[in-house]
């Protein structure tokens, strides 16, 4: 037991002591250490601002009454107050892809009419330029050119449809990267401070200070960084590699005490929502680990005792992937947490 304070305590102060704290995990003190959770202080997060990507035919031509009428009743049920409506990617002109008029009027008037208050943030970027995902990329950091057509296409796009900002996404983004940021600035100095700009955050560096992949996690200082220019990070909580649940609530619940810690730190108004993923396995996403139980279980073990100012909710990755059974296991965590049956007073 001393052993296992002590390591806790001086990971607090040097993070590579990391694997060795990852490699007790499976000691069920450590557990209650790291993962207790505070039900007072639970009860008084404010767990209704949280949000969700949707996939691209909502903007798009085919959109029955009935589909729109199914979203808005999920969508409310599950408190989701941001929405990223899929609008990607942009062409190598720095412009926003082909929407159906029609259909994002339809859109928003239905979530804005079920569920007020609702803020519609479309999902705009894609993938830098020399890289390739489903396609080559088109975002080019080192253009100005290409920068300001693409703020001015978002500003435009948002005052057309009278929405509340963006949600911009663009991968990779490497750790550091100071053309990343002018954009985000740019881009919010466009859209103006009365529009919420969104940025799709990698995850966090396992290793602060010694980044072992920068183009796929971020370090402390570089979300600081972007937090200074946008009004909302959103941390693609996810890929990390982690092949048991009690491994990613521990990370999640270490970076996200010190993502609050910091910017409370910093006195930043950017808001940290945690990016949960639903989707199918991949190379680096294990669903036994990375999933809704395992990621809130490390959210409200982070909120019991962090600083609270910037946090804004969870982020589920996405929409059109999540079954009823995992929206029924976010509720009972997240929405329903008062009566959670694991939460243990500190």
């Given amino acids: 037991m001393i052993l296992l ?86 062409d190598p002109a720095g412009h926003l892809p082909q929407h159906s008029d029609d259909a994002v009027r339809k859109f928003t008037t239905k979530m804005r009419h079920d569920i007020p208050g609702i803020q519609i943030l479309p999902w705009v970027g894609g993938v830098q330029k020399g890289y390739k995902q489903t396609s080559p990329g088109t975002l080019d950091f080192n253009s100005p050119a290409m920068r300001d057509a693409f703020a001015a296409d978002c500003s435009a796009f948002i005052e057309k449809y009278h929405l509340d900002g963006i949600h911009l996404n663009i991968e990779p983004v490497e ?65 990390t590699s982690f092949n048991t649940q009690l491994q990613y609530s521990l990370f999640t619940e270490d970076k996200l005490s010190r993502l609050l810690a910091r910017f409370a730190q910093e006195k930043l108004a950017c808001k940290i929502l945690i990016g949960i993923p639903t989707y199918d396995p991949a190379a680096r996403h294990d669903v036994k680990a990375e999933n809704i139980p395992g990621a809130l279980q490390g959210m409200r073990a982070a909120l019991s005792h962090s600083p609270q100012q910037n946090f804004e909710g969870a982020a589920i990755y996405a929409d059109w992937t999540t079954s009823d059974a995992e929206w029924q296991q976010f509720r009972d965590g997240w929405l329903n947490i008062s009566d959670h049956p694991q939460t243990r007073k500190k």
Avoid at 28 to 36: C, G, K, N, R, W
């Fill in 175 to 239: 750790s550091g990267d100071a053309r990343f940021v002018e954009w985000v600035g740019a881009i919010k100095k466009r859209i103006g401070d009365h529009k919420v700009l969104s940025v799709a955050a990698a995850k966090p560096s396992l290793f602060e200070g010694f980044n072992v992949a920068p183009l796929r996690a971020w370090d402390l200082d570089y979300f600081v960084s972007v937090g200074r220019h946008c009004d909302q990070l959103v941390i693609m909580n996810y890929d």
């Fill in 5 to 90: 304070v002590f390591l806790r305590l001086f990971f607090c102060w040097h993070p590579a002591i990391l694997p060795a704290y990852l490699l007790l995990s499976n000691v069920p003190t450590t557990q209650e250490i790291a993962l207790s959770e505070d039900p007072a202080i639970l009860k008084r997060v404010d767990r209704t601002r949280n949000a969700a990507w949707l996939e691209h035919r909502w903007f798009q031509a085919g959109v029955t009454p009935t589909d729109l009428e199914a979203l808005a009743k999920r969508l409310a049920q599950n408190k989701i107050h941001y929405l990223y409506p899929h609008l990607t990617p942009t």
